[in-house]
């Protein structure tokens, strides 16, 4: 079971959908495919800590701040 990798496109449309309120939760999970909620909480934690988000070396999610 390897680990999943989201484009950094992916990651911003669903900070912003869950953001703006436009879809729950389980919604979001369903349209991007995305397997677990707690990587939405993280990804929506660093947007709100003041960061980008992104595809750092070796795949690894990294956050730059802005």
Do not use: C
């Amino acid at each position: 079971m390897g680990k999943n990798v989201y484009s950094s496109d992916v990651k911003w449309a669903v900070v912003k959908a869950k953001i703006a309120g436009e879809l729950t939760t389980q919604e979001i999970m369903e349209k991007y495919g995305i397997k677990n909620k707690s990587q939405i909480s993280t990804w929506v934690r660093w947007y709100r800590q003041g960061g980008t988000l992104s595809i750092g070396p070796a795949n690894r999610q990294t956050i730059h701040l802005r």
